[in-house]
């Protein structure tokens, strides 16, 4: 009687994290901690993000910091057309050289923070920008492309989770403040889902979420100067436990009759108001 022989044992698949690992090895790049670089190594993740942002051929869409490029395969799978936005000049490198047969996609080598986004997108509508966002630039990251934000329908961005709570907290709660309103004022907020920092390389030491914002056309409160609307924003929240009477000495000769003729109690404080307020109060500052 013949036996078989012992099937031979099917490799084992690399780990996600381990195959990012010796992606950076062979590159010799080590992450770094000046750019806040943590590189996704979730593929599922790197799937849900890309489905939340909703995209076909018909699509403009613009990364950020596209890294080792977790998020760039499938987006050039599904978008139109794909502009990459990446800083460090060896990961720059290396997307032109992994892209270079994709006439879609095109590599600008950049800090987000410097990028003209209205001029490089000029006429184009509806772009969607998709994002892992280092988490010491994010807030700023925001702020410019919010700034900017005629070309854009949606942003999906991937950011640490107490910036999101900000982003979306309500007045009146402890997370709720000057990004809140800057942020609300300009686009609806909306949760995605929370990121373990077991997704990344390396580990971050928190926990990360994926946040979907909307950009409004026009500003989603009756506001005059937006300079002088986030002038106002700033300077409250930078004394927010004081009452709005005493915040206000350095803005108004005359702050409690100002805040009684808006019909806001002169001893409520800066994270109790609404961004309906805000903007009443704003503009009543302007006109004087």
Known sequence: MSRR???AAKPRAEPPIGRVRRQLAGLGHRPRRSLGQHFLADPNIARR???????????????????????????????????LVEYDRQLARELRAKFAAASHVSVIEADALEVDFTAMLGTTEGV????????NIATAVLARVLDQRRPFARLVVMIQREVAERLRASPGTKTY???????????????????????????????????ILEPSREWRAAIGEFDAFRRLVQALFSQRRKQLVNSLKQLSEHPADLLRSLDIDPMRRAETLSL?????????????
């Open 5 to 7: 022989p012992p099937a």
């Open 49 to 83: 993000i890309v489905n939340l942002a909703d995209i076909d051929k018909n699509d403009c869409v613009v990364e950020i910091g596209p890294g080792l490029g977790a998020l760039t395969e499938l987006l050039a799978e599904r978008a139109g057309k794909l502009i």
């Open 128 to 135: 969607i920008l998709v994002a892992n966002l280092p988490y």
């Open 177 to 211: 403040g000057a990004l809140s309103v800057l942020t609300q004022i300009a686009a609806t907020v909306r949760r995605g889902f929370r990121v373990g920092p077991g997704a990344f390389v390396p580990r971050p030491e928190v926990d990360s979420e994926v946040v």
């Open 276 to 288: 309906d307020e805000f903007a009443k109060l704003s503009n009543a500052l302007e006109r004087k």
